[in-house]
């Protein structure tokens, strides 16, 4: 594996005359998945073609062309590789069927091995070497260890994808003709990412076979792949939990972190759209889609995934019969009017925003309260107690869900206080705008784990010295008044995922001052910066583990107001609960003049605002 964290990457070699526009944006597209700031291909003929398609006029397709040239971005037969820093070399004929999971993007396996994995993943997540059933109330069936409950074609990835969308779909008229069915335990949907989408699936009459089997539009946008999958049945959700089994997603989008997708799945896969209709039709991440049957059909033959695959000219003669210019047009043409009922909606007038009495949806913020004109000297950072210490491959959707909001956690207890009904929680995401709601889901996803409290899954944490355990929200609210400033430790890979912004306000709100990490995502370390949190980084040979922190320590982090620079050293002292202590250096994580600038001013809100304040003056 060659690591691209950080890198531009550019696609080129004669492979890129076999993908299409839409497979390269795809792959352009799952950039922050493979860890780069990038992904990219160059222009040619096909992109001014794809533009036309879309609907682009003339004029903008030539500028298109001739800024393309004359910036060296174009290619055709002519054109030479380009020199590159480093390369990859990759044999598009290796390429071969493969899905990923069940909590990582980049854990990949390859369809052959897909259930012999999901068998160590059992072993992993639920401790035992067999799938177990649980019963299902009021049903002819019973549920287990890797059924799938929720198979999803998401927006965000493959729906713009005319030849993934259309393979789906004729993979759906294929099985329905043999007469199968997903299977009943499955939760299935469809959320396009462009009404264009519905247009070519209702012409080419695919869209009537993905309804048979379940996958009738759900939404336009995020819904599955950001975890607005909505409750799964009770009497489902009754057996996952009563069974303690480790039910599964399939979907098509480019995250399937840790609870992410829906709280009764623990593991979660993506997949090609057909491949997501074909596991409905399994139910299983224990079926082998290549040697087992997916069912029996009408007539009680078993069918198997090679019997129901459209061939590749078959998925190409069709998008070419139901995909043109016009469809782009007519859903486009006046996008940015909307429908009725969004013309409808009221408007407040004047300069500024109107802020609503009650409103569960939106709150004042507090990131200006106490705001001087200028800023204050920076101060060491003392006394700090860790809030949590958390391992590797801590996501900014452990840090800042984004799905359901249960009713048992602080979030929900604070919405119950303003008679919002749990039906009406709605998600973290839907409620970004009030940031009482936000920063009690911060560090609340139900499948983190703070070894501050071990044997624990879920938004938890201990006060020092008291011992006292609860909420990482109560705990740094307790913090919050005795005045003690708060860090969090982490491992590797920390804050990668979505650039979730509240993964760095709901931290900074609830009083953490620095990040200290082995390593950390490039645009979370960025915006820990903008909410004015230090990010540090533990020098080589030095982790949490090798200090053997417990959580009953505290921190002493100085030299920050003899002044702070990019890159430089931050002297720390941790004081165990026995007395003794250890010192050491950490690396200070702000890499840039500008972010320097930022930190110093409490956030690049503050320094956004002092400057608009200077211009005035």
Not at 99 to 112: E, H, S, V, W
Not at 196 to 222: H, M, N, P, R, T
Request: proline letters at 6%; one cysteine or more.
């Amino acid at each position: 594996e060659k690591g691209v964290v950080g890198k531009f990457v550019e696609f080129y070699g004669p492979g890129l005359d076999e993908l299409s526009l839409p497979d390269q944006a795809t792959l352009a597209n799952m950039a922050p998945e493979y860890g780069a700031t990038c992904g990219f291909f160059p222009i040619d003929s096909d992109t001014l073609n794809y533009l036309n398609l879309t609907g682009r006029d003339t004029d903008t397709i030539e500028l298109v062309e001739a800024y393309a040239k004359a910036q060296g971005l174009w290619r055709d037969a002519d054109t030479p590789d380009p020199v590159f820093t480093d390369s990859i070399e990759l044999d598009m004929s290796s390429v071969v069927p493969a899905i990923a999971g069940p909590k990582r993007p980049q854990d990949r396996i390859n369809l052959t091995g897909a259930a012999p994995a999901f068998a160590e993943t059992l072993k992993d997540m639920g401790g035992v070497d067999a799938p177990r059933r649980a019963d299902v109330d009021g049903a002819d069936y019973s549920l287990a260890d890797g059924d799938v409950v929720i198979a999803a074609i998401t927006s965000c990835t493959n729906t713009s994808n005319p030849s993934v969308l259309v393979a789906a779909g004729l993979l759906a008229r294929n099985a329905v003709a043999l007469g199968l069915k997903s299977k009943p335990w499955v939760k299935t949907s469809l959320a396009p990412g462009s009404q264009v989408v519905a247009d070519y699936l209702e012409k080419a009459g695919l869209q009537g076979d993905l309804s048979s089997l379940g996958f009738s539009i759900a939404a336009f946008g995020c819904t599955s792949c950001i975890g607005n999958s909505g409750p799964l049945a009770d009497p489902i959700a009754k057996a996952i939990d009563e069974g303690d089994l480790v039910a599964s997603a399939v979907l098509s989008g480019n995250r399937n972190f840790e609870g992410r997708i829906n709280p009764w799945v623990k593991a979660n896969y993506l997949a090609s759209p057909p491949l997501v209709v074909a596991y409905a039709l399994a139910g299983s991440m224990t079926q082998d889609l290549y040697n087992d049957p997916l069912g029996k059909g009408a007539d009680g033959a078993p069918v198997y995934l090679k019997d129901i695959w459209p061939s590749n000219q078959e998925v190409a003669e069709t998008v070419a019969s139901c995909l043109d210019r016009g469809m782009f047009e007519e859903r486009y043409g006046n996008v940015y009017e909307g429908p009725k009922e969004w013309q409808a909606i009221g408007t407040a007038d004047g300069g500024l925003f109107d802020w609503p009495n009650g409103s569960t949806y939106v709150k004042y913020p507090p990131y200006f309260e106490d705001m001087e004109p200028e800023p204050s000297a920076p101060q060491d950072i003392t006394g700090a107690r860790p809030l949590l210490i958390l391992g590797d491959s801590v996501t900014t959707d452990h840090i800042s869900p984004a799905g359901a909001i249960p009713k048992d956690g602080p979030a929900g207890e604070y919405l119950l206080e303003y008679q919002v009904r749990p039906e009406d929680f709605n998600s973290f995401g839907s409620r970004r705008g009030n940031h009482e709601v936000m920063m009690r889901g911060t560090f609340a996803n139900i499948r983190i784990r703070n070894e501050m409290v071990p044997d624990t899954e879920g938004g938890y944490s201990k006060h020092y010295p008291s011992g006292d355990g609860g909420s990482v929200f109560d705990v740094a609210m307790r913090y919050q008044g005795e005045g003690v400033p708060l860090v969090a430790v982490g491992g590797k890979l920390y804050g990668t995922g979505s650039s979730r912004d509240w993964a760095a306000k709901g931290s900074a709100l609830l009083g953490v001052k620095a990040v200290i990490v082995e390593s950390i995502e490039r645009i979370h370390r960025s915006n820990l910066i903008g909410m004015g949190v230090l990010p540090l980084q533990f020098k080589d040979g030095q982790d949490r583990k090798t200090l053997k922190l417990d959580g009953s320590e505290t921190w002493d982090l100085t030299g920050l107001k003899d002044g702070i620079s990019a890159g430089m050293d931050v002297a720390a002292k941790i004081t165990r609960a026995d007395g003794s202590s250890e010192e050491f250096a950490l690396l200070c994580r702000i890499d840039t003049l500008d972010e320097v600038d930022y930190y110093l001013h409490g956030g690049i809100l503050q320094y956004v605002l002092r400057r608009m304040m200077s211009e005035e003056s």
